[in-house]
């Protein structure tokens, strides 16, 4: 059971490319996630899934696109990537929809835009 | 504004020591609050989480947190620490009542020393 896993896990791109941050999980959950992690900032939710077909915007949204392909899968999309993109980026899901549920993280993808 | 304030960056205690790691939250109404643990280079991990009720939660690895609603805080405890607790600590808050966010603290990073 691999819970949720993320690919790539270290990407370096350059100021202007376009990149897609994937996310899969197996645990059959409605709800998945997408926060960066930022250091001295905590995690800041970017946009989140509560079903299939639905998304929703976080808290720093602004540069992202997010795709719910399925109810397993959740892609970040950057489109043109800029040096304050550069994060360490969760992906987590929960059973039920909406944000009060339990969160399981992915191990993460680092992500530097030079 | 709805936030979370960890107010201490990084605490250390000796092994067996007791802990107190704290958490101050602004929301108007009753909060969703989590507490949640990260290993170096790992995804979060769930302790606990209170929503209504017994305003004292037990957790997993011998974790608790008492919810204070009259000083806004939600402070996580722990008896006697071991040196395996050594991690990142995250307070969050669920609010559901002016558009559903999800946000976290700054974290604590919590040093074990033999």
């Known amino acids: 059971n691999a819970g949720v896993t993320q690919t790539p896990k270290f990407q370096v791109l350059k100021t202007g490319q376009s990149m897609t941050l994937q996310c899969a999980q197996d645990m059959n959950h409605n709800s998945m996630y997408w926060y960066r992690q930022d250091p001295g900032m905590g995690l800041r939710l970017i946009y989140y899934?509560?079903?299939?077909?639905?998304?929703d915007k976080g808290e720093v949204p602004n540069g992202y696109n997010v795709s719910r392909l399925n109810k397993r899968e959740f892609s970040l999309r950057l489109e043109s990537a800029a040096p304050s993109q550069t994060s360490v980026y969760f992906c987590?899901?929960?059973?039920?929809?909406?944000?009060?549920?339990?969160?399981?993280f992915g191990p993460g993808t680092r992500l530097t835009v030079l | 504004a709805q936030s979370v304030t960890q107010p201490d960056i990084h605490i250390t205690v000796s092994e067996g020591a007791s802990l107190e790691l704290r958490c101050n939250y602004s929301?108007?109404?009753?909060?969703?609050l989590f507490w949640y643990v990260q290993s170096p280079g790992q995804g979060l991990q769930l302790l606990l989480k209170y929503f209504s009720g017994d305003t004292l939660v037990q957790g997993i690895k011998g974790f608790e947190a008492e919810f204070k609603r009259s000083q806004s805080s939600f402070n996580l405890r722990k008896p006697s620490v071991h040196w395996s607790d050594a991690a990142e600590y995250f307070c969050?808050?669920?609010?559901?009542?002016?558009?559903?966010?999800?946000?976290f603290g700054t974290g604590t990073s919590l040093t074990v020393i033999p």
């Open positions: 987590a899901s929960s059973t039920l929809a909406g944000l009060t549920d339990t969160q399981y």
């Open positions: 929301y108007g109404a009753t909060p969703y």
């Open positions: 969050a808050v669920a609010t559901l009542n002016t558009g559903n966010q999800f946000y």
């Open positions: 899934s509560a079903s299939e077909g639905t998304t």
